[in-house]
């Protein structure tokens, strides 16, 4: 079945999205990652999915980022990736899920938090903006203010180094050597050296100064008491984004290295900076074009990782696969740049993959054919239910629109 014949059918029906959300929440509230490897609390997977299920149940992201607020860092620790005002990357509530799915991973214990990622503080203060906007609860954004301070803390004293929001491997032994949402691409980012910067994590930080400035003016904090110039900060990063262009290709790198070598690799990543508002006009418009060629977009996504690429493999995790979040990201910006046509594409096309598989798996491959790869074939056993999947389809069949660039 192609992805438009999709539009003949039903959309999945309220209790097929019951259930995957049931299986997947929390005692606390927040929807776990995915069944059945990743039963536990995620910084960004939480936070995208309680922000795509805004118009589904608010209280999913609410729950997340209470949770979230009450593990946030208050130390340095290079043993498990803690610093002061950092949003964890995972946090196993206890032990059995760890020795069933991560056993022999030294930095990861039940009950104790992993930081090690360079987007879920960010993404945190977003998934604030994103709460205040859709729901007006400015009570709630009020008592977890201070944890936004700290979470903008962070990212200024800790994560900003030349111009970028950088990562770095503190402790070579333990924690991930690539930490923002491509955590599994391979030696594409886990060979890098020195402080690395993430293309899209740069528009993340961008869209969470401008969101922070917001959510101080509407909770009444004057400027003259806050310690950062959030603005001043968000226009640096953009005004340097274009560090990461390649003329060669005509697009964005993925990452620079600490040297500002670029990763030139044609991948979905720089798709993600069309949500944030962080591209001019232009930029934003050869983007969309970029990532909408036949190289990318199959008939069910967008893929990771361009098929002209020499690293391409739809049968791996992120390396040509199609990520269900990361196409909603990538829409929700086309939609903001007023390529509605093109979102409708992308909309149509995850919803007929979820539909044809009959499920809301993590990811799934798209061969040379345009057809489906069969879920038992792919290089790693998918989640499924995956969180931001079924989020995902809440999102697309509601046309839920995220919509939070700040003046």
């Not at 593990?71 to 803690?82: M, S, Y």
Request: net charge neutral.
């Amino acid at each position: 079945m192609q992805a438009d014949a999709f539009l003949k059918k039903r959309p999945f029906n309220a209790e097929i999205v019951d259930a995957a959300v049931s299986k997947l929440t929390s005692g606390s509230g927040y929807l776990y990652a995915g069944y059945p490897k990743f039963m536990e609390l995620f910084g960004r997977d939480s936070i995208i999915s309680g922000m795509q299920m805004l118009g589904y149940d608010s209280r999913i992201l609410k729950h997340s980022l209470e949770s979230l607020a009450r593990l946030q860092g208050t130390k340095v620790d290079a043993k498990n990736g803690e610093e002061p005002g950092k949003i964890l990357h995972e946090f196993f509530p206890d032990g059995s899920s760890v020795e069933a799915y991560k056993n022999g991973i030294p930095w990861l214990h039940g009950g104790k938090p992993a930081y090690f990622s360079v987007d879920s503080t960010p993404l945190f203060i977003i998934g604030a903006g994103a709460y205040l906007d859709k729901t007006g609860d400015i009570d709630f954004i009020r008592s977890i203010y201070g944890n936004i301070e700290r979470a903008v803390g962070w990212m200024a004293d800790y994560g900003l180094h030349d111009g970028f929001i950088r990562y770095s491997k503190l402790n070579p032994s333990e924690g991930l050597p690539s930490q923002s949402w491509k955590d599994g691409i391979g030696n594409m980012l886990e060979s890098l050296e020195g402080r690395v910067a993430v293309v899209e994590v740069q528009g993340y930080a961008y869209m969470a100064f401008r969101h922070f400035g917001a959510i101080s003016s509407a909770l009444g904090v004057d400027k003259a008491r806050q310690k950062y110039d959030t603005g001043a900060m968000a226009a640096q990063i953009k005004s340097n984004i274009g560090r990461f262009w390649s003329d060669k290709r005509g697009y964005y790198g993925i990452a620079l290295d600490g040297s500002d070598n670029l990763v030139e690799t044609v991948t979905s990543n720089p798709g993600q900076l069309l949500f944030t508002g962080i591209l001019d006009r232009g930029s934003a418009m050869a983007v969309a074009r970029r990532i909408m060629k036949r190289d990318m977009l199959t008939p069910y996504g967008i893929r990771t990782e361009s098929s002209f690429s020499e690293t391409f493999n739809p049968y791996k995790y992120q390396n040509g696969s199609v990520w269900p979040h990361d196409n909603w990201m990538i829409a929700q910006g086309l939609r903001r740049i007023g390529l509605d046509l093109e979102y409708e594409k992308v909309k149509r096309a995850v919803l007929g993959a979820c539909r044809e598989i009959g499920t809301f798996p993590e990811y799934y491959g798209v061969d040379a054919h345009g057809k489906i790869i069969s879920m038992g074939h792919m290089e790693t056993k998918a989640c499924d239910p995956q969180a931001w999947t079924v989020g995902a389809v809440c999102s697309f069949q509601t046309d839920t629109f995220i919509n939070l660039i700040r003046a």
